[in-house]
Protein backbone atom coordinates (compact mmCIF):
# COMPACT_ATOMS: atom_id res chain seq x y z
CA UNK A 1 0.00 0.00 0.00
CA UNK A 2 1.43 3.73 -0.97
CA UNK A 3 2.06 5.32 2.04
CA UNK A 4 3.33 8.85 2.22
CA UNK A 5 4.27 10.21 6.24
CA UNK A 6 4.32 13.53 7.69
CA UNK A 7 5.13 14.69 10.57
CA UNK A 8 1.89 16.53 11.41
CA UNK A 9 3.43 19.60 13.72
CA UNK A 10 2.51 22.15 14.21
CA UNK A 11 6.15 23.01 13.14
CA UNK A 12 6.91 26.65 15.05
CA UNK A 13 9.77 28.80 13.62
CA UNK A 14 9.72 32.54 14.29
CA UNK A 15 9.87 35.31 11.47
CA UNK A 16 12.92 35.47 8.94
CA UNK A 17 14.02 31.75 9.62
CA UNK A 18 14.23 28.71 7.55
CA UNK A 19 10.89 26.28 8.13
CA UNK A 20 12.02 22.61 6.66
CA UNK A 21 9.11 20.46 6.12
CA UNK A 22 9.96 16.52 4.97
CA UNK A 23 8.26 13.92 3.69
CA UNK A 24 8.74 10.11 3.56
CA UNK A 25 6.91 8.18 0.53
CA UNK A 26 7.13 3.83 0.77
CA UNK A 27 6.96 3.38 -2.90
CA UNK A 28 10.28 3.02 -4.57
CA UNK A 29 7.90 3.34 -7.90
CA UNK A 30 6.81 6.72 -7.11
CA UNK A 31 8.52 9.47 -9.78
CA UNK A 32 7.19 12.58 -9.70
CA UNK A 33 6.41 14.94 -6.11
CA UNK A 34 4.63 17.59 -5.20
CA UNK A 35 4.50 20.47 -2.39
CA UNK A 36 0.67 21.91 -1.63
CA UNK A 37 0.25 24.94 1.11
CA UNK A 38 -3.64 25.03 2.10
CA UNK A 39 -4.64 27.65 4.02
CA UNK A 40 -7.75 26.36 6.69
CA UNK A 41 -10.92 26.31 5.09
CA UNK A 42 -9.23 26.91 1.45
CA UNK A 43 -7.84 24.27 -1.47
CA UNK A 44 -4.78 23.04 -1.88
CA UNK A 45 -2.15 25.75 -3.84
CA UNK A 46 0.89 23.86 -5.88
CA UNK A 47 3.75 25.08 -4.44
CA UNK A 48 6.11 23.13 -6.83
CA UNK A 49 7.11 20.03 -8.07
CA UNK A 50 10.27 17.92 -8.46
CA UNK A 51 11.48 14.60 -10.42
CA UNK A 52 14.95 14.62 -10.30
CA UNK A 53 17.50 13.79 -7.66
CA UNK A 54 18.91 17.30 -5.56
CA UNK A 55 17.66 20.86 -5.49
CA UNK A 56 14.83 22.79 -7.57
CA UNK A 57 14.66 26.27 -5.87
CA UNK A 58 11.64 28.55 -6.58
CA UNK A 59 12.06 31.89 -5.25
CA UNK A 60 11.89 31.43 -1.26
CA UNK A 61 11.09 27.75 -1.64
CA UNK A 62 13.18 24.76 -2.41
CA UNK A 63 12.17 21.37 -3.04
CA UNK A 64 15.28 18.24 -2.26
CA UNK A 65 14.37 14.96 -3.53
CA UNK A 66 16.56 11.61 -2.29
CA UNK A 67 15.08 9.13 -3.65
CA UNK A 68 17.23 6.35 -2.38
CA UNK A 69 16.13 7.59 0.92
CA UNK A 70 12.85 7.78 0.18
CA UNK A 71 12.79 11.60 0.76
CA UNK A 72 11.31 14.72 0.20
CA UNK A 73 11.75 18.20 1.91
CA UNK A 74 10.75 21.69 1.67
CA UNK A 75 12.46 24.23 2.84
CA UNK A 76 11.14 28.26 2.94
CA UNK A 77 13.39 30.99 3.40
CA UNK A 78 12.63 34.19 5.36
CA UNK A 79 9.32 32.64 6.73
CA UNK A 80 6.68 35.12 6.80
CA UNK A 81 3.47 34.82 8.92
CA UNK A 82 1.71 34.21 5.53
CA UNK A 83 3.31 31.31 5.16
CA UNK A 84 1.32 30.23 7.93
CA UNK A 85 -0.92 27.00 6.65
CA UNK A 86 -0.86 23.16 6.19
CA UNK A 87 1.73 21.61 3.67
CA UNK A 88 0.85 18.49 1.89
CA UNK A 89 3.42 16.33 0.13
CA UNK A 90 2.01 14.24 -2.57
CA UNK A 91 3.53 11.68 -4.56
CA UNK A 92 2.77 10.07 -8.15
CA UNK A 93 3.58 7.15 -10.43
CA UNK A 94 2.95 6.79 -13.94
CA UNK A 95 -0.65 6.43 -14.66
CA UNK A 96 -2.12 7.43 -11.12
CA UNK A 97 -3.29 10.18 -9.06
CA UNK A 98 -1.42 12.32 -6.82
CA UNK A 99 -1.42 10.09 -2.68
CA UNK A 100 -0.97 12.61 -0.14
CA UNK A 101 0.36 12.54 3.21
CA UNK A 102 -2.05 14.15 5.54
CA UNK A 103 0.07 17.63 5.91
CA UNK A 104 2.17 19.52 8.46
CA UNK A 105 1.06 22.15 9.82
CA UNK A 106 3.62 25.41 9.90
CA UNK A 107 3.08 28.45 12.28
CA UNK A 108 5.95 31.36 11.68
CA UNK A 109 5.69 34.00 14.36
CA UNK A 110 6.13 37.59 14.16
CA UNK B 1 -8.04 31.18 -18.71
CA UNK B 2 -10.22 30.23 -15.91
CA UNK B 3 -8.79 27.37 -13.18
CA UNK B 4 -10.66 24.12 -12.05
CA UNK B 5 -14.28 25.51 -11.27
CA UNK B 6 -16.66 23.44 -9.17
CA UNK B 7 -20.22 23.61 -8.41
CA UNK B 8 -22.19 24.04 -5.88
CA UNK B 9 -19.66 25.52 -3.31
CA UNK B 10 -21.94 24.41 -0.74
CA UNK B 11 -24.50 21.98 -0.73
CA UNK B 12 -26.83 20.67 1.97
CA UNK B 13 -28.66 17.13 1.52
CA UNK B 14 -30.82 15.22 4.31
CA UNK B 15 -30.07 11.83 5.21
CA UNK B 16 -31.24 9.62 2.38
CA UNK B 17 -31.04 12.44 -1.03
CA UNK B 18 -28.52 12.24 -3.64
CA UNK B 19 -25.39 14.40 -3.94
CA UNK B 20 -24.10 15.91 -7.35
CA UNK B 21 -20.78 17.27 -7.35
CA UNK B 22 -19.64 19.13 -10.48
CA UNK B 23 -15.42 19.64 -11.52
CA UNK B 24 -14.96 21.56 -14.65
CA UNK B 25 -11.40 20.86 -15.36
CA UNK B 26 -9.08 23.68 -16.86
CA UNK B 27 -8.80 24.03 -20.72
CA UNK B 28 -6.74 21.84 -22.02
CA UNK B 29 -6.72 19.51 -19.21
CA UNK B 30 -8.12 15.69 -19.69
CA UNK B 31 -7.32 14.00 -16.32
CA UNK B 32 -9.86 14.48 -13.51
CA UNK B 33 -9.34 13.40 -10.14
CA UNK B 34 -11.80 13.50 -6.81
CA UNK B 35 -10.60 13.59 -3.17
CA UNK B 36 -12.47 13.94 -0.14
CA UNK B 37 -11.53 15.79 2.92
CA UNK B 38 -12.44 15.27 6.24
CA UNK B 39 -11.60 18.21 9.33
CA UNK B 40 -8.13 18.45 10.22
CA UNK B 41 -6.92 15.10 7.96
CA UNK B 42 -5.20 14.99 4.55
CA UNK B 43 -7.02 14.50 1.39
CA UNK B 44 -8.09 10.95 0.37
CA UNK B 45 -7.90 9.88 -3.12
CA UNK B 46 -11.06 8.87 -4.69
CA UNK B 47 -11.16 8.16 -8.00
CA UNK B 48 -9.04 9.45 -11.29
CA UNK B 49 -10.74 9.63 -14.61
CA UNK B 50 -10.23 10.39 -18.35
CA UNK B 51 -12.85 11.59 -20.64
CA UNK B 52 -15.09 8.86 -20.75
CA UNK B 53 -12.90 6.77 -18.70
CA UNK B 54 -12.49 5.61 -15.10
CA UNK B 55 -8.25 5.22 -14.74
CA UNK B 56 -8.12 4.21 -10.84
CA UNK B 57 -11.22 4.00 -8.68
CA UNK B 58 -9.57 2.57 -5.88
CA UNK B 59 -10.42 5.08 -3.79
CA UNK B 60 -14.22 5.27 -3.91
CA UNK B 61 -16.39 3.53 -1.76
CA UNK B 62 -17.97 0.49 -3.40
CA UNK B 63 -21.27 1.37 -2.81
CA UNK B 64 -23.70 4.87 -3.01
CA UNK B 65 -20.79 6.65 -4.79
CA UNK B 66 -20.16 7.18 -8.91
CA UNK B 67 -17.92 8.96 -10.79
CA UNK B 68 -18.08 9.91 -14.44
CA UNK B 69 -16.19 12.37 -16.93
CA UNK B 70 -18.32 12.47 -20.37
CA UNK B 71 -17.30 13.77 -23.91
CA UNK B 72 -19.12 16.24 -23.25
CA UNK B 73 -19.51 18.43 -20.15
CA UNK B 74 -18.34 18.57 -16.38
CA UNK B 75 -16.91 15.21 -14.30
CA UNK B 76 -19.72 14.49 -11.89
CA UNK B 77 -19.22 12.68 -8.74
CA UNK B 78 -22.32 11.32 -7.35
CA UNK B 79 -23.58 10.12 -3.85
CA UNK B 80 -26.49 8.68 -3.37
CA UNK B 81 -28.69 8.08 -0.38
CA UNK B 82 -26.17 10.32 1.70
CA UNK B 83 -25.76 9.82 5.84
CA UNK B 84 -23.76 11.70 7.76
CA UNK B 85 -20.63 10.65 7.48
CA UNK B 86 -20.66 12.12 4.07
CA UNK B 87 -20.31 15.19 5.47
CA UNK B 88 -16.76 16.84 3.89
CA UNK B 89 -14.85 18.79 1.71
CA UNK B 90 -14.71 17.24 -1.73
CA UNK B 91 -12.03 19.03 -3.96
CA UNK B 92 -11.38 18.12 -7.81
CA UNK B 93 -8.26 18.33 -9.20
CA UNK B 94 -7.27 18.63 -13.30
CA UNK B 95 -3.97 18.38 -15.15
CA UNK B 96 -3.38 18.08 -18.64
CA UNK B 97 -2.31 15.04 -20.81
CA UNK B 98 1.85 14.43 -20.85
CA UNK B 99 4.29 11.54 -20.79
CA UNK B 100 3.49 8.52 -18.41
CA UNK B 101 -0.01 9.75 -18.34
CA UNK B 102 0.41 13.22 -17.27
CA UNK B 103 3.06 11.76 -14.93
CA UNK B 104 5.63 15.25 -14.71
CA UNK B 105 2.22 17.59 -15.26
CA UNK B 106 0.83 19.67 -12.14
CA UNK B 107 -2.31 19.03 -10.71
CA UNK B 108 -4.73 22.18 -9.97
CA UNK B 109 -7.58 22.11 -7.49
CA UNK B 110 -10.31 23.54 -7.69
CA UNK B 111 -12.45 25.77 -4.44
CA UNK B 112 -13.97 22.38 -3.45
CA UNK B 113 -17.83 21.47 -2.40
CA UNK B 114 -18.56 21.50 1.12
CA UNK B 115 -20.97 18.82 1.74
CA UNK B 116 -22.79 18.86 4.90
CA UNK B 117 -25.87 15.80 5.42
CA UNK B 118 -28.02 16.96 7.98
Known amino acids: QKEVEQNSGPLSVPEGAIASLNCTYS??????FFWYRQYSGKSPELIMFIYSNGDKEDGRFTAQLNKASQYVSLLIRDSQPSDSATYLC??????????FGKGTTLSVSS | NAGVMQNPRHLVRRRGQEARLRCSPMKGHSHVYWYRQLPEEGLKFMVYLQKENIIDESGMPKERFSAEFPKEGPSILRIQQVVRGDSAAYFC????????????????FGQGTRLTVV
Open chain 1, 27 to 32: DRGSQS
Open chain 2, 93 to 108: ASSPPGTGGGLFTEAF
Open chain 1, 90 to 99: AVRQAGTALI
